[in-house]
């Protein structure tokens, strides 16, 4: 079974807004990464938590903020966000962290628009 | 530094009829690579994978690949196309000594199967 999960699979947020977005996995995997994927673009990596702890982040605005509230979980929470936020957002998993050839499994996304 | 060039943003091929999307990578070691396919409004699946040993891969949905290390290439192929795997095309890469680096995606490369 290779499957993360996340929900909503819309959402529809006002730039004042706070909103979550929620991602779950099963593997037993320990790292978690969070994307954001614009239209036919690649994914663009925000967040890695490897073994529930931040391992990365890419400069993300603190608009954005992760937590790993354990080892299958993981959170994206969203306050006062920007229309070109709008995207896709892409939860993954690994069997460990980013130094390694293991394969990173992804959900099928979260499509935010921010009006 | 790690990067990867996917040369095309389209590919167009007949169905029944072999295609292949092109990959190039530049790491300092040896690389970890990786093909992954989106559907329209789906998530990123993984279709398979290079780390060591034998260098033709063979993965999900009858696709292949081969890692040419002297061109430093790794592209996708697969001998009978269907209209089925018209989607978005991702190959990614990581260096096997780079510590913790994420994985780099490519551009992507639109794959357009015609009946």
């Known amino acids: 079974d290779t499957e993360v999960t996340q929900t909503p699979k819309h959402l529809v947020m006002g730039m004042t807004n706070k909103k979550s977005l929620k991602c779950e996995q099963h593997m037993g995997h320990r790292a978690m990464y969070w994307y954001k994927q614009k239209a036919k673009k690649p994914p663009e990596l925000m967040f890695v938590?490897?073994?529930?702890?931040?391992?990365i982040n890419e400069s993300v605005p603190s608009r954005f903020s992760p937590e790993c509230p354990n080892s299958s979980l993981l959170n994206l929470h969203l306050h006062a966000l920007q229309p070109e936020d709008s995207a896709l957002y892409l939860c993954?998993?690994?069997?460990?962290?980013?130094?390694?050839?293991?394969?990173?499994?992804f959900g099928e996304g979260s499509w935010l628009t921010v009006v | 530094a790690q990067s990867v060039a996917q040369p095309e943003d389209q590919v167009n091929v007949a169905e029944g009829n072999p295609l292949t999307v092109k990959c190039t990578y530049s790491?300092?070691?040896?690389?970890?690579l990786f093909w992954y396919v989106q559907y329209p409004n789906r998530g990123l699946q993984f279709l398979l994978k290079?780390?060591?040993?034998?260098?033709l891969v063979k993965g999900s949905y009858g696709f292949e690949a081969e890692f040419n290390k002297s061109q430093t290439s790794f592209h996708l192929k697969k001998p009978s196309a269907l209209v089925s795997d018209s989607a978005l095309y991702f190959c990614?890469?990581?260096?096997?000594?780079?510590?913790?680096?994420?994985?780099?995606f490519g551009k992507g490369t639109r794959l357009s199967v015609i009946a």
């Open positions: 790491v300092s070691g040896n690389p970890y």
């Open positions: 290079y780390i060591t040993g034998d260098n």
């Open positions: 990614a890469v990581r260096d096997m000594w780079s510590g913790n680096t994420p994985l780099v």
């Open positions: 938590y490897s073994y529930e702890k931040l391992s």
């Open positions: 993954a998993s690994s069997q460990d962290g980013t130094s390694s050839g293991n394969t990173i499994y």
